[in-house]
């Protein structure tokens, strides 16, 4: 919920601040890693009944359709913040927020003592399913500009790229940071 509410707040005041610069960038890769990070915890736990949410739906005794809910609540954050983030940004920017975000993920999963290389991994993949999702509403948008006429344009080479990045997401999602996880 924390990373929800930090994408929440980062996403607020980058709609709040309207010139470009160095704390508009900033702004973008929080919300990246709040969100990417709040959806992927979701959809992991859901589908693997494990971690966070799984241990809060056991403590509370959920009843298992909350599997489905969280599914869907963490895949629609993905769709969404895709979404507005291509609204409110320019190509350039949010391919810097995009890569920004992804690699300080991986910097932060180096930190986790017990197995480095694979918190950098996970806390990559963890964050990297918006920044594909972004990238996909991104060239969507451009397409749609240059040829109004034509609304069901796809890229299916970015479409296979963010399915593979999914799958591997599922096949090794993040287990959390730090002494605690």
């Not at 005794?61 to 940004?89: E, K, Q």
């Not at 927020?97 to 996970?122: H, R």
Request: hydrophobic content about 60%; glycine content about 10%.
């Amino acid at each position: 919920m924390a990373s929800l509410a930090f994408g929440l707040i980062s996403l607020g005041a980058l709609k709040a601040i309207p010139q470009t610069g160095w704390l508009r960038y900033f702004l973008m890769v929080s919300a990246l890693i709040g969100f990417g990070w709040f959806a992927g915890q979701a959809i992991y736990s859901a589908a693997l009944n494990t971690d966070d949410w799984a241990f809060v739906a056991r403590w509370l005794h959920w009843p298992p359709v909350w599997r489905l809910f969280a599914a869907a609540i963490g895949a629609g954050v993905y769709v969404l913040i895709a979404r507005i983030l291509a609204r409110l940004s320019t190509p350039g920017e949010l391919a810097m927020a995009l890569a920004a975000s992804a690699a300080s993920a991986a910097v932060a999963g180096l930190l986790w003592m017990k197995a480095p290389i694979k918190g950098a991994v996970e806390g990559a993949a963890a964050v990297g399913i918006a920044p594909m999702l972004i990238l996909l509403v991104m060239k969507r948008r451009q397409a749609e500009e240059q040829a109004p006429t034509s609304p069901g344009l796809r890229s299916w080479p970015w479409i296979a790229v963010a399915a593979v990045t999914y799958g591997l997401f599922l096949i090794g999602p993040s287990r959390g940071f730090g002494p605690l996880s």
